[in-house]
T-cell receptor, first 115, second 112 residues
Framework: SAVISQKPSRDICQRGTSLTIQCQVDSQVTMMFWYRQQPGQSLTLIATANQGSEATYESGFVIDKFPISRPNLTFSTLTVSNMSPEDSSIYLC????????????FGQGTRLTVV | DAKTTQPPSMDCAEGRAANLPCNHSTISGNEYVYWYRQIHSQGPQYIIHGLKNNETNEMASLIITEDRKSSTLILPHATLRDTAVYYCIAPNYGGSQGNLIFGKGTKLSVKP
């Protein structure tokens, strides 16, 4: 299993500003993922963050809006840039061992409110 | 990923078995069925997964039909703490397994 710590757990931000969310894992993992969960909705994958390469973004998400860093095998950051109220969501970090047919683990999420 | 279909909500009496169905009629031969749950305001939690045989762990049992087109997650003795949204996912991993596509899931309400 993997223990994931996300910081901050919640924040209230002004529109037009940016917030960087940190994800720390207690072991080295190959695959890290960022999800968004809008109010009352299910989780949507934002991007896959691989160490040593550019993040791979899903349709509808762009690097300018959600830049991601993955400096090593235990850490990643997601920045929500130039925020608007529509960005108010829970942002979740997830990791996977990189082995076929094993489970993924999730952080507790960052609850972001943009005012 | 194979498309999965789940009922939007279910109720269960505390102490009774909760049986959560999932249809995945387009699942391919190498796609496992995974179940996760999300308790309010928490990150998703892995429950169980299987390919073709029935599986059981300390949390639940997974029954997969012989044709693999549907499955049922069984919580044998549901408690109030099992109230959550349950997601059935059949990902096509291709070697990785974290990029999950979540549907709307089933909101299970366990009532006293």
């Amino acid at each position: 299993s993997a223990v994931i710590s996300q910081k901050p757990s919640r924040d209230i931000c002004q529109r037009g500003t940016s917030l960087t969310i940190q994800c720390q894992v207690d072991s080295q993992v190959t695959m890290m993922f960022w999800y968004r969960q809008q109010p009352g909705q299910s989780l949507t994958l934002i991007a896959t963050a691989n160490q040593g390469s550019e993040a791979t973004y899903e349709s509808g998400f762009v690097i300018d809006k959600f830049p991601i860093s993955r400096p090593n095998l235990t850490f990643s950051t997601l920045t929500v840039s130039n925020m608007s109220p529509e960005d108010s969501s829970i942002y979740l970090c997830s990791v996977a061992p990189g082995l076929p047919n094993t489970e993924a683990f999730f952080g507790q999420g960052t609850r972001l409110t943009v005012v | 990923d194979a498309k999965t279909t789940q009922p939007p909500s279910m109720d269960c009496a505390e102490g009774r078995a909760a049986n959560l169905p999932c249809n995945h009629s387009t699942i391919s031969g190498n796609e496992y069925v995974y179940w996760y749950r999300q308790i309010h305001s928490q990150g998703p939690q892995y429950i169980i997964h299987g390919l073709k045989n029935n599986e059981t762990n300390e949390m639940a049992s997974l029954i997969i039909t012989e044709d693999r087109k549907s499955s049922t997650l069984i919580l044998p003795h549901a408690t109030l703490r099992d109230t959550a949204v349950y997601y059935c996912i059949a990902p096509n991993y291709g070697g990785s397994q974290g990029n999950l596509i979540f549907g709307k899931g089933t909101k299970l309400s366990v009532k006293p």
